[in-house]
């Protein structure tokens, strides 16, 4: 692992949320239980899905094309997290280097849903959730993304302040 599951919680989902104004416990807690279940907290690259998140190419460009191009502040902000040039020569390649603008991306997957949350201690609810609305694997199953909490989350507590 590159780095805790409190160092990920504290510097990169809290701060990325607290920038995007749309913090919540159960947002913090779906994106650090994304991050668990799909990278394992780490490693950048499987196939075609890049980043802590394991977002695909295709995701990305239609988080852009049909979600963000109609919440054009939003959108600002975002942009406002990635790198200046980097981005404008490898968009993509921002899911893998840079945490905090995979983070506004994989929540934004997330808030295209337009779903309420569901309660941020009820980790099978989030895996659910995560399971309906995020899940880059076909064969991934909420209940594979409450073993990948619990194993990679270990004694977090859901509320860390």
């Known amino acids: 692992m590159i780095f805790t599951a409190g ?3 504290h510097l990169v989902i809290r701060e ?3 920038y995007l104004n749309d913090w919540s416990q159960a947002a ?3 994106l650090l239980g994304t991050a668990a279940h799909e990278s394992g907290l780490g490693g950048w690259h499987e196939g075609r899905r890049v980043g802590l998140y ?6 990305h460009r239609t988080v852009w094309d049909n979600y963000l191009i109609q919440h054009p502040e939003l959108a600002s902000d975002i ?3 990635a790198g200046q040039h980097s981005f404008l020569k490898d968009p993509h390649g921002e899911l893998a280097t840079n945490l905090k603008y995979a983070t506004a991306i994989a929540w ?9 949350l569901p309660d941020p201690a009820n ?6 959730y995560w399971h309906r609305h995020f899940r880059s694997r076909p064969e991934g199953s909420a209940k594979d993304f409450v073993t990948s909490y619990q ?5 977090e507590t859901l509320a860390a302040a």
């Open 108 to 116: 934004m997957i997330y808030r295209r849903a337009e779903q309420a």
């Open 54 to 59: 394991r977002i695909t190419p295709s995701m």
């Open 16 to 18: 990325t949320l607290n």
């Open 151 to 155: 194993l990679l989350i270990r004694d």
């Open 79 to 81: 942009r406002g997290i």
């Open 28 to 30: 913090e807690n779906l």
């Open 123 to 128: 980790i099978g609810a989030l895996g659910t």
């Open 7 to 9: 160092d990920l919680r």
